[in-house]
């Protein structure tokens, strides 16, 4: 048995929410990652074995190595099918909105349609700080890992452990095991390992969902990883920082993919003493910003303080209209403003 985390009347709230639909919509974040893809197609798998009729949105197409997610070709992506988008939230009685606590981390567009839609709302997500007028129903729990271990939560506290068939259980699993780098961060809790072994007699082979994720890169990624790691890596001992800067020029070098710079900004923390790092990706209008730390030093308060973004303690994002060389500029200054909470934490 696990701990009830999520508050009983929400359950109730969601659950009859969900029996009373019939057409439902699942919205993940912009640039989806594993966990919101993992829970948004693991609810979807639910759904579909409660009868309900359900379709997933993306905001802007998923990375490649999480193609293989069954069911995934049936999402729907908002930038490359508006009217498709459109036409779903005109039929669906409900929208449940994954891993992004407010409309805005959906990408404009998508946000509109959520704001104006008259359909009720449910929230699962473990960001800070959700959005308050827009859930009927806010299931927001930020000490919990991955959206994904909350969709399992729900779906069992539901009464339908039994529903969780194989390709749903696969999602949470990779969900799980995305936001917390493959078990390396936030996942002190026993009960993820209890969660994980329910998962394994579900029938999915952890080992597999691993290899699948992590080892699909192609030999482009592979070298564009040691060019940047080789002659990109700022290091700054005296405040135990890192910085990495991808311009578009370089993408180009590398015939850069979509999904090529996830997880790039994790590599500088495996410098002994470096406990925050960040990686800026250089777009045509703007600059992605990942930020990332090790213990107490909250990257969150950086990214909404500086970068126009924000996120968890030791993983967060943003993003900067400024020049590569302003952002960076703004990066360095900062340095010295938390320099008593890097070197201490
Ligand atoms: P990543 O570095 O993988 O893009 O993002 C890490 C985390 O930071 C995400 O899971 C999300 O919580 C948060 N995040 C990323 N980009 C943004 C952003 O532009 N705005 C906000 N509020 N959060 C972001
Ligand atoms: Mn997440």
């Known amino acids: 048995m696990i701990s009830k985390i999520i508050a009983e009347d929400k359950i ?6 969900i029996y009373d639909a019939e057409k439902v919509a699942i919205v993940a974040h912009l640039s989806p990652d594993g966990d919101a893809i993992g829970a948004s197609m693991a609810l979807y798998h639910f759904l579909y074995t409660i009868d309900k009729e359900a379709t ?3 905001p802007d197409s998923y990375p490649v190595f999480l193609s293989w997610m069954q069911g995934i070709n049936k999402s729907l992506v908002y930038d490359e099918n508006q009217a498709a988008v ?3 939230f005109n039929e669906v009685d409900l929208i449940i909105c994954v891993d992004f606590n407010e409309p805005k981390r959906a990408g404009s567009g998508l946000a509109e349609l959520i704001n104006n839609s008259k359909q009720d709302k449910i929230l699962i997500d473990h960001h800070l700080n959700p959005s308050t007028d827009t859930w009927k129903v806010a299931i927001s729990y930020p000490q919990i890992s991955s959206s994904s271990e909350l969709v399992f939560r729900l779906i069992c506290r539901m009464g339908h452990a039994a529903e969780i068939n194989k390709f749903c259980a696969e999602c949470i699993y990779t969900g799980m095991m995305t936001d917390t780098g493959g078990f390396t961060f936030n996942s002190n809790n026993t009960e993820v390992y209890y969660i994980i072994g329910e998962l394994i ?14 080892n699909t890169y192609t030999a482009d990624r592979m070298r564009l990883m040691g060019y940047l790691l080789a002659n990109k890596m700022r290091v700054y001992p005296e405040y135990n920082a890192a910085l990495m800067v991808l311009s578009i020029e370089e993408q180009k070098q590398f015939n850069f993919q979509k999904g090529d710079s996830e997880g790039l900004v994790n590599l500088p923390l495996s410098i002994e003493g470096v406990i925050f790092s960040v990686f800026m990706k250089e777009d045509t209008d703007k600059i992605k910003i990942s930020l990332r730390s090790q213990g107490t030093f909250p990257v969150n308060q950086v990214a ?6 924000g996120g968890h303690l030791n993983a967060s994002g943003g993003e900067s209209y400024h020049s590569l060389e302003e952002t960076i500029k703004i990066f360095e200054d900062i340095l010295p403003t938390y320099k008593e909470l890097l070197i201490q934490a």
């Open 86 to 88: 459109e036409a779903v």
């Open 304 to 309: 909404s303080g500086y970068f126009n973004g």
């Open 201 to 214: 007699r579900k029938g999915i082979n952890k080992d597999e969902i691993y290899h699948r994720v992590y």
């Open 12 to 17: 109730v709230k969601a659950k009859n929410l």
């Open 56 to 58: 997933v949105i993306y």
